[in-house]
């Protein structure tokens, strides 16, 4: 989301004819956007945003801004911390800055910027569909940050995709902190499903993707859209946290094992070839052994192409922080973390060596290591270095001849099928 947010303000500064830097301490305006889903993140920008106070001492004409979830309603506290910094912008709120820039440049801002669709674009890009949560799960600060849900309209999000398109995109991934409960927040009746139909109407537009997910709004109506409309890709993102119900209590999370378990079938059962991905958090607050177990239980049941895992982090300000005890050891978060990545290493190792012998449709991003890459409508990681042929941007047929946990490999049987 953030990264996406970047290419945005850099679209607008780019339409005010502002050029790119590629050193910051060269440059007129620096804009650090900010990531805090974990304290880790918080701490690295705030040591970079000290490192660039530095750098400002030498040039005090520059213009120092930061931007993003680090910066919440009231910004007191961080000017007291960083004095150096010229302007705190909002997650997505753009226009103070840019206005600011108009006005000291003497620019037309309305006659300028005419979309905040990304300038100069890969083939795959990333378009948020509603900013904010309002889901107050009890160890995340988002909601605190970017706000309650605001949903983009249909037209707006279409009108962004075909600009994107004309612009060389062929996949298109839309974003969302909760994506699934897009335009509940809209006085018209739609859904991401309405919203699937219309991006998947978009002329030279090829795949759609779309993350991430919450279990209390993948409806039935969504998971028939990606078995019916033939540009969405089969892969769902769809975080559990914990697979223990008195831990997914105690995250504020509505729903329960079983819950979600029924969900995933109902899923296979409608989209037979998807595949699905999770997040697990390990070492919550009060989280027992049995507890640890429930989750590792249901990372083997589900057998997930993914699990995005991470050790649980006191996020100041969050109801956990304020409300529950961080008394799980960091050595124990940090065996519990390896246990659940070595079980998912073997599970994936065993799922995709069932791809060998298969052929897949895999969009072709770029080079490395000598081979040609790309991922598979199934979120896959391929690699192909058979072929010295440019693929770039192009989507090609591979047929599958070895894998790892990781990635599969193989050579080109069929070119340019998009």
Request: hydrophobic share 35%.
């Amino acid at each position: 989301m953030n990264e996406a947010d970047s290419n945005k303000l850099a679209s607008a500064l780019d339409q005010l004819g502002l050029t790119k830097k590629e050193n910051a301490e060269e440059a007129d305006l620096v804009v650090l956007n900010s990531c805090v889903v974990r304290q880790s993140a918080e701490d690295k920008v705030s040591h970079r945003v000290s490192i660039s106070q530095e750098f400002k001492k030498d040039r005090p004409d520059q213009m120092l801004v930061l931007m993003g979830c680090m910066v919440g309603p009231q910004s007191e506290n961080l000017r007291k911390r960083f004095p150096a910094v010229d302007m705190f912008v909002r997650p997505q709120d753009f226009d103070p800055l840019l206005r600011q820039i108009s006005e000291t440049n003497d620019l037309d801002i309305e006659g300028c910027i005419s979309n905040y669709a990304q300038s100069d674009p890969g083939i795959s890009c990333h378009v948020p569909i509603i900013k904010g949560c309002d889901f107050m799960c009890s160890f995340c600060i988002i909601p605190y940050r970017r706000g309650r849900q605001v949903s983009r309209t249909i037209e707006d999000i279409v009108s962004e995709a075909s600009i994107l398109v004309h612009r060389g995109v062929k996949e298109i991934t839309l974003l969302g902190q909760t994506v699934d409960a897009y335009g509940h927040d809209l006085d018209e009746n739609v859904d991401l499903s309405d919203l699937l139909s219309h991006v998947n109407e978009v002329e030279g537009l090829e795949r759609i993707r779309f993350l991430t997910s919450h279990p209390s709004f993948m409806s039935e109506k969504i998971i028939k859209a990606i078995r019916e409309l033939p540009k969405v890709c089969e892969h769902i993102n769809l975080p559990i946290q914990a697979g223990s119900d008195v831990v997914l209590e105690r995250m504020r999370r509505p729903y329960t094992n079983d819950h979600y378990r029924r969900l995933v079938d109902d899923i296979r059962n409608i989209v037979p070839d998807v595949t699905i991905s999770t997040d697990i958090i390990v070492g919550f607050p009060g989280e027992s052994d049995q507890d640890f177990q429930d989750t590792m239980k249901i990372v083997e049941d589900m057998q997930f192409s993914k699990v995005h895992s991470a050790e649980y982090s006191n996020r100041p300000g969050t109801i956990a922080s304020r409300q529950l005890k961080d008394d799980i050891p960091i050595q124990v978060k940090r065996e519990r973390r390896k246990m659940v990545d070595a079980l998912q290493q073997t599970i994936q190792d065993t799922n995709n060596r069932r791809s060998i012998g298969g052929h897949h449709a895999v969009l072709i991003e770029g080079r490395r290591k000598q081979q040609w890459y790309g991922r598979n409508r199934n979120d896959k990681l391929v690699y192909t270095g058979t072929n010295k042929e440019n693929l770039r941007n192009s989507i090609v047929e591979i047929k599958i001849e070895d894998s790892s946990p990781w990635s599969l490999t193989g050579s080109v049987t069929k070119t340019n099928l998009g």
